[in-house]
């Protein structure tokens, strides 16, 4: 059964498509089932905020971390202060609304909860690193007031509203227009923004800095690859069902997307490290943002652009390696595995 609405000019005679309009409501028969597994998959990934020890990262701030470092991590925890927020308006504003299957529902539902915790997690950083109220008021307001946050807030906000009018997708253009929204925070803000913080945080521990950071971000970083897993499948899937929304006009449009996303994070960088922080550079992290767009564009099978390698030997395989062994450690209150669509080689 689906909702009244539920089809327009694709008859009602035949299978619905992940996009038709209106609320499929059962469960049986199923289907996109590796959705509903990517939903039991993410459950197995449970972890709380409680669970991660800020007791260390203190001291390192006080008296390990120079002033260029110190400027690193809070224009960064600045940009967390509210870049998980941004995703999870996204998420309920256009995508739950859009994606009409009851199976990717619930992930997107888990999903939001993931989100939640991040947000915690973030606001609990903040709390621990920036004690005194005044300065954490002004790492909440950083997306108004430091440039380059706000550049990359802009960018967000942009493909948030391109669709926030959209009440049904019953035409070629708002079907593309809603899949370019969620290319968009699956490949460049999820993809490449978050990925770049990633970088900043495993940087800092390959120095043997902010372990406790680094160890809530082994988790935020596996929530938000399957999240990146989920959102590139629903693509595929509509690819599969509708190939003819699918041309080199789409392609170019997510080559500008990522090529204006890249810019946006090169400015960040440029800010982030200002101070000269030694063993990092814009160029490299330039050259990392290539490298992790090129990971975007296979993951949506469209050739790569870039051609760029990875810069940065502190985010090669063994990282991943400490990741899953992170997780096998945990104790067994908390079952933890990822199947499907996740490639930590990918990631990186």
């Given at each position: 059964m689906s909702g009244t609405s539920s089809l327009t000019s694709h008859s009602s005679s035949l299978t619905p498509r992940l996009l038709d309009p209106g609320f499929e409501l059962t469960l049986r028969p199923m289907r996109y089932p590796a959705f509903y597994e990517m939903y039991k998959n993410a459950i197995k990934n449970t972890w709380t905020v409680d669970e991660v020890d800020f007791s260390l990262d203190t001291t390192d701030l006080r008296s390990k971390m120079s002033a260029a470092d110190r400027h690193l991590i809070h224009r960064l925890v600045a940009f967390f202060a509210t870049g998980d927020t941004i995703v999870s308006n996204n998420l309920v504003l256009n995508l739950y609304r859009h994606i009409n299957a009851p199976e990717a529902r619930m992930y997107l539902s888990r999903q939001l909860y993931e989100e939640a915790l991040h947000v915690q997690f973030y606001l609990t950083l903040l709390d621990t690193y920036i004690p005194d109220p005044a300065e954490r008021s002004k790492a909440f307001a950083a997306i108004e007031n430091i440039l380059s946050i706000r550049a990359k807030g802009a960018f967000?906000?942009?493909w948030i509203d391109s669709i926030q009018q959209l009440d049904r997708?019953?035409?070629r253009e708002q079907r593309r227009q809603f899949l370019l929204n969620l290319i968009c925070f699956a490949a460049c803000i999820e993809g490449l923004f978050f990925f770049a913080a990633f970088a900043?945080?495993?940087?800092?521990r390959s120095r043997g800095l902010l372990h406790g950071l680094a160890s809530g971000t082994n988790w935020v970083f596996r929530d938000e690859s399957c999240h990146m897993a989920f959102a590139f499948d629903v693509v595929r899937t509509v690819r599969a069902?509708?190939?003819e929304l699918f041309d080199d006009a789409m392609r170019m449009q997510i080559e500008q997307m990522l090529e204006e996303a890249i810019a946006c994070e090169t400015q960040f960088a440029e800010d982030v490290l200002s101070g000269g922080v030694a063993g990092l550079s814009v160029k490299d992290m330039r050259q990392y943002l290539e490298y992790c767009a090129d990971q975007r564009l296979a993951q949506l099978d469209l050739p790569?652009?870039?051609g760029a390698g990875n810069p940065f030997d502190f985010m090669?395989?063994?990282?991943v390696q400490e990741v899953t062994n992170f997780f096998e450690r945990r104790v067994s209150a908390y079952q933890v595995g990822v199947s499907g669509e996740v490639a930590f080689d990918m990631a990186f």
């Open positions: 967000c906000f942009k997708l019953d035409t900043y945080v495993y940087f800092l069902e509708e190939p790569k652009k870039y090669d395989l063994q990282d």
